[in-house]
């Protein structure tokens, strides 16, 4: 009962797992979960090439990211007790982790509890895109990512490959597996 509150309309971008990569496609785990005691909840932000974790109190106030930038969300879990988050975690160049936190501890204050894959690095170093916005003709800002060949060489020139990808309902993100 009662009247609806609009309590994310601040922020203006995607509530949920909209990031994709070529090793997933869009999806994860839960799009919300109460805070053990009713007071908010958690779910996931999907911007610029992130799935983020935040939560929020019930009435709108303390928006809080838990998650830095340059990650990729895959699923978030909290303990009935409300004593632990434990959440699926990647980046460009670390395979998706299991990290957990205790609620209330300041954004990212994460322990990992895995180390899934790191030999990936050692045996063949994952390469961290760069990232850029531009303009369309329309004036509408498209965000993109650059990544060079190995070796790179500012001086030289390159041919350009563009792959067109995500958007306007997914985005590419930020995932090395």
């Known amino acids: 009962g009662g009247e609806a509150i609009d309590v994310t309309g601040a922020l203006d971008i995607s509530v949920g797992y ?11 785990g839960k799009n919300l979960q109460w805070k053990h005691d009713g007071s908010g ?3 996931p932000v999907s911007s610029r090439g992130d ?4 939560s929020i109190s019930i009435d709108g106030a303390d ?3 838990l998650t ?8 978030f879990s909290i303990s009935n007790e409300g004593k632990a ?3 699926q975690i990647s980046d460009w160049k670390m395979p998706s982790q299991i990290m957990v936190t205790a609620p209330g501890t300041i954004a990212h204050n994460w322990s990992s509890v895995s180390n899934h894959n790191s030999w990936l690095n050692d045996e063949s170093p994952m390469q ?6 531009t303009r369309g003709n329309d004036g509408y800002e498209v965000h993109g990512w650059m ?4 070796g790179f060489d500012e001086t030289s020139t390159y041919p350009a490959v563009i792959y067109v990808h995500g958007g306007p309902a997914a985005q590419y993100g930020g995932a090395s597996v």
Do not use: K, M, N, W
């Not at 909209?18 to 994860?28: A, E, F, I, W």
């Open 63 to 65: 928006l809080i990211a």
């Open 18 to 28: 909209d990031t994709l990569s070529d090793c997933h496609d869009v999806g994860g």
């Open 51 to 54: 799935t983020r974790l935040y």
């Open 41 to 43: 909840f958690y779910f």
């Open 147 to 150: 990544i060079t060949p190995p």
């Open 128 to 133: 961290q895109p760069a990232e850029f916005t």
């Open 68 to 75: 830095a930038t340059g990650h990729e969300l895959g699923s």
């Open 85 to 87: 988050v434990a959440i």
